[in-house]
């Protein structure tokens, strides 16, 4: 993406704001609203941001994952699923 096509000022987005909203919804875009001459906000269509939020989840998940394995806390995949089963047999 190219940020010098998406910065806009905040007079602009006042001005142009449903514009604005059904361009970056259609083209699934970011901008970035300047306010006297400073970014200040970004401006983001919700897929987009659901889609860079679950990648945040994504790799916090990998993160601990890996942290876990440095410290050795970890069990074979084997051992993992008997004792899901274990429980669920303990259920019924």
Do not use: C, W
């Amino acid at each position: 993406m190219k940020y010098s096509e998406s910065v806009k000022p905040i007079s602009y987005l006042k001005a142009h704001a449903s514009e604005v909203l059904r361009d970056v919804s259609s083209r699934q875009k970011t901008m970035v609203i300047t306010q006297n001459g400073e970014a200040k906000a970004v401006l983001q269509d919700v897929r987009v941001f659901e889609q860079t939020q679950e990648s945040l989840a994504f790799l916090k998940i990998l993160s601990m994952s890996r942290i876990s394995l440095e410290k050795g806390r970890y069990k074979p995949a084997s051992q993992s699923f008997e004792a899901v089963r274990s429980r669920i047999r303990e259920r019924k």
